[in-house]
């Protein structure tokens, strides 16, 4: 659970108009994501699908988080 006070209403209400369709459980994520300006972590492959068909792919997978880990 995310603290209401760690996201502006403004990032809250963009993040659930990108979930509210794909998947209303992952907002606070996404909103967090948008709120602090980093990629979203997630290797949920609807969302991360839903979120790049509505123009959002600021998202890193498990797999790419992975593959930095072990290029270095």
Known sequence: MIPGLAVSQESYGKALVLCNDIDPKD???VALSIELDIPLWSNDKKLIQGLINKGY???VTTEEIFDI???K
Request: no cysteine; net charge positive; aromatic share 12%.
């Open 57 to 59: 792919k600021k998202i």
């Open 27 to 29: 907002t606070a994520y």
């Open 69 to 71: 880990t072990i290029l």
